[in-house]
């Protein structure tokens, strides 16, 4: 991201839940759709969890407990709301 983008979501983090979640569909109805083909968007999301099972079976990759994602995103959003 660049600093503008993380100046913006600064500010956005500090909105109340409701402008958030509406700033967040503003934003996503603004991105381009039109390749978008459900079909494709399926098969490419079934590889994709094939591939992420088949890594967590083979022992490649580990998972991480709810709690410390959530501590994780914690610090993120209020470093960001620091700036």
């Known amino acids: 991201m660049n600093a503008r983008a993380e100046q913006l979501l600064s500010e956005a983090v500090q909105l109340p839940e409701s ?8 934003l996503y109805a603004s991105l381009d759709k039109s390749s978008e083909d459900p079909e494709r968007v399926s098969a490419a999301w079934s590889t994709e969890i094939e591939r992420r ?12 407990p709810i709690d410390e994602v959530r501590a994780s995103l914690d610090s993120i959003i209020r470093r960001a709301q620091a700036r």
Do not use: E, H, W
């Open 19 to 26: 402008d958030r979640a509406s700033l967040a569909d503003a």
């Open 53 to 64: 099972v088949a890594d967590l079976k083979a022992g490649n990759v580990q998972t991480v």
